[in-house]
């Protein structure tokens, strides 16, 4: 720097921030005065950075777990799995995600069908599958109309129509945790199922926190994109059975339409040779 351009400078500098002081009303206040103000505003600042940055760090650790989750998840589904299957699956995914214990997992394949409920206390203590039990009729809405999954467990549902669901499944699940303690996830696939996974509180203190509701989402839709599979795949099995079974028994009507033919023709036979006799 040029000492003369420096000199000339520096007065006019000092003369420009007295102004800049008066026109904030800092002319009257000391340097202490100053220094501990400024010091106030960088801590008050450092803390909003530090609050910020302790909440992305959060989210990034609840991300890093939904995608440990997803890949654990996508690994253990092989291709032909039943529904029984895929719901052990999910229920050990749930429990591995939040600790808590998963009960049983309802399912309707189209709103107008019966509640299936399966039993998911065997897979979530380690069985290969879970066992589902015969379906049940759904109960009613306030307007005594047959409830549907999905408007129970939707966004729009409302608290008598959570509150119906949560008393239906107290009544038809076996070892159903106090209603107090019951959780609900909402599985809503827009292909597949409607289902509700229900569960009790965590066996042990969580050593991580709570994932909320929306961090649980990407799981959550490939859970139900999953039992969607599954469903189709037992319907398709199901399908395909029957077409079997409508083969076979078509098979055995064509067998004793052709020996009732020729029994038929037989008699012709037979009559016509008696006939000829006498």
Same mark, same amino acid.
């Given at each position: 720097? /040029?000492?003369?351009?420096?000199? /000339? ?49 959060? &989210? ?33 995914? *749930?429990? *591995? ?30 069985? @290969?599958? &879970?066992?589902? &039990?015969? &379906? *049940? ?13 999905? /408007? ?5 549902? /409302? ?9 239906? %499944? ?5 070892? @159903? ?32 926190? @709570? ?18 599979? @599954? ?7 199901? %399908? ?39």
């Amino acid at each position: 720097l /040029d000492p003369v351009r420096v000199a /000339d400078v520096e007065p006019r500098l000092h003369e420009a921030l007295a102004r800049r002081c008066k026109d904030l009303g800092l002319e009257d206040q000391t340097s202490p005065e100053l220094v501990v103000q400024s010091i106030a505003s960088a801590n008050a600042r450092l803390t909003r950075l530090q609050e910020r940055w302790r909440t992305r760090a959060k &989210a990034s650790a609840g991300q890093g777990r939904i995608l440990k989750a997803i890949t654990a998840f996508s690994e253990s589904m092989r291709p032909g799995l039943g529904e029984a299957q895929t719901a052990g699956l999910i229920a050990r995914s *749930h429990q *591995h995600l939040s600790g808590r214990t998963p009960v049983s997992l309802v399912y309707q394949t189209r709103a107008e069908d019966q509640w299936r409920v399966v039993d998911l206390t065997a897979a979530a203590d380690g069985a @290969a599958t &879970a066992e589902i &039990a015969s &379906a *049940h009729e759904p109960p009613k809405d306030q307007r005594g109309r047959p409830m549907s999954i999905r /408007d129970a467990c939707g966004p729009e549902a /409302d608290l008598g129509e959570t509150v119906i669901l949560l008393t239906w %499944l107290a009544e038809h699940v076996t070892a @159903a945790p106090d209603l107090r303690e019951t959780g609900v996830v909402a599985l809503l696939s827009p292909l597949g199922p409607a289902a509700a996974l229900l569960h009790g509180p965590a066996k042990e203190k969580p050593s991580r926190r @709570a994932l909320s509701a929306s961090e649980m989402a990407p799981v959550v839709t490939v859970w139900a994109s999953a039992l969607g599979g @599954a469903c189709q795949f037992e319907g398709n099995r199901r %399908l395909t059975e029957a077409l079997a079974d409508m083969t076979r028994a078509l098979g055995r009507t064509q067998q004793q339409l052709a020996a009732a033919e020729s029994m038929a023709r037989l008699g012709e036979l037979t009559a016509g040779a008696a006939q000829a006799l006498n």
